[in-house]
């Protein structure tokens, strides 16, 4: 089983402020990497797949990048409705496994 | 819109059953393959089952073979997770979640329900 290591655990910052999400791999996943946010209560939110595509309606101050085993999620200028708690995603290999996530607080 | 809503959660006793459904909209349901998902606070996100379109193959994380078994009634556009010999551990939230594509076992998550509680417990 593949497992994914975000960094850092908690990340604070302020609004305008620049984001910028790890995830590494134990095995090369190839592109085959997503990332989603999740708000309390809510369901996860598929923000980008294959690494880099972002998902319909996501706002381009998101992009992901990375291949291999080294990947980023940057979010350019955070907005206040961006504070939440990121996952990475891999499914190369199955089963498909998560990362343990970075919460993403204001300062 | 795509819509994916989940019931049957509740509070069960060690060794009950319970039996999830997800009814969907908003898609073809039977061109696509199905997951079921679930999340707790200590061990977090973790994939569960996948059954592909028509039913002809299905998929269990190891945590849950043997117990759980996915099916689907696509007349109803609903697909199941009958849990039994449930354990504590169990206890999570539980998704149903669209994959991106197609025939997508190894896939990405694009649409996912809002989930359901289920708590096991004497």
């Known amino acids: 089983e593949i497992v994914l290591t975000q960094s850092p655990g908690t990340l604070s910052l302020s609004p305008g402020e620049r984001a910028t999400l790890s995830c590494r791999a134990s095995?090369?996943?190839?592109?085959?990497l997503a990332w989603y946010q999740q708000k309390p209560g809510q369901a996860p939110r598929l923000l980008i797949y294959?690494?880099?595509t972002r998902a319909t309606g996501i706002p381009d101050r998101f992009t992901g990048s990375g291949s291999g085993t080294d990947f980023t999620l940057t979010i350019t200028r955070v907005e206040p409705e961006d504070f939440a708690v990121f996952y990475c995603?891999?499914?190369?290999?199955?089963?498909?496994?998560f990362g343990q996530g970075t919460k993403l607080e204001i300062k | 819109q795509v819509q994916l809503v989940e019931s049957g959660g509740g509070v069960v006793q060690p060794g009950g059953s319970l039996r999830l459904s997800c009814t969907v909209s908003?898609?073809?349901?039977?061109?696509?393959?199905m997951h079921w998902l679930r999340q707790t606070p200590g061990k977090g996100l973790e994939w569960v089952a996948f059954i592909r379109l028509d039913a002809s193959n299905k998929y269990y994380a190891d945590s849950v073979k043997g117990r759980f078994t996915v099916s689907r009634d696509n007349s109803k556009n609903t697909v199941f997770l009958h849990m039994n010999g449930l354990r504590e551990d169990d206890t999570a939230v539980y998704y149903c979640?669209?994959?991106?594509?197609?025939?997508?076992?190894?896939?990405?998550?694009?649409?996912w329900g809002q989930g359901t509680l289920v708590t096991v417990s004497s």
């Open positions: 995603q891999q499914y190369d290999n199955s089963p498909g496994t």
């Open positions: 979640a669209k994959p991106g594509r197609r025939y997508g076992y190894r896939d990405y998550y694009d649409f």
């Open positions: 095995q090369r996943v190839s592109t085959s």
């Open positions: 908003g898609f073809t349901f039977s061109d696509y393959g």
């Open positions: 294959g690494a880099s």
